[in-house]
């Protein structure tokens, strides 16, 4: 592996490409397959994730994800947090972690090599945080052992080397993984499975 690989990530980022009309939003981008029962974008497979959390910040906070695979796919995901810290930032990357063990499984089952036209996932998320981490931060936070450039421990920093750990296998075994920041409004689905987790 390069050795600048893993500080730079900007190979993570997706950058939608226009339509006919010149939109570049995830509801005019993202087609979803009734007959496969995903969705996806530029070739490549599209997961909406997102977390969320009651009372947030607070002792008693109940955190939840959620993974949106396509209109009643039962790889859905809707799970509140069972252990560690109940935050909404939390909540996020778990529930990229949990998309990226569905796209495992599905490439232990040979999706990828079935359907040579999907050249990869991309992850929608309306989150800064985790998308400024997976695609600058993270190379850096493992290079300095879990710290900052202050020497500073990262907040979640277990949470995101896991995370790391499922893109780095995806992207050995050429399935890249790209990241697509998208606003709240069109991320309405997994918003609604990572809220219907703490409301159960």
Not at 45 to 70: E, K, L
């Amino acid at each position: 592996m390069p050795t600048n690989r893993s500080v730079l990530l900007s190979h993570r980022v997706y950058t939608p490409v226009p339509n006919e009309h010149g939109d570049t939003s995830a509801h005019s981008l993202v087609a979803h397959c009734t007959s496969c029962d995903r969705c996806s974008v530029g070739g490549e497979m599209a997961i909406y994730i997102d977390g969320a959390c009651y009372s947030n910040g607070t002792s008693h906070a109940r955190a939840g994800m959620g993974v949106f695979i396509c209109c009643g796919s039962n790889l859905n995901v809707s799970a509140p947090l069972t252990d560690g810290p109940q935050t909404n930032q939390r909540a996020e990357i778990r529930a990229a972690i949990a998309a990226l063990k569905i796209v495992r499984q599905l490439f232990y089952e040979g999706e990828f090599r079935q359907m040579g036209h999907r050249k990869g996932v991309v992850l929608i998320l309306d989150s800064a945080y985790v998308t400024n981490a997976m695609t600058n931060w993270v190379g850096k936070w493992s290079k300095n052992g879990g710290k900052t450039s202050e020497g500073k421990s990262v907040a979640n920093i277990a949470d995101f080397l896991e995370l790391e750990r499922h893109v780095l296998f995806l992207e050995n075994n050429r399935v890249p993984v790209k990241f697509w920041r998208v606003p709240r409004s069109e991320n309405t689905c997994a918003d609604r499975l990572a809220k219907q987790a703490i409301t159960l």
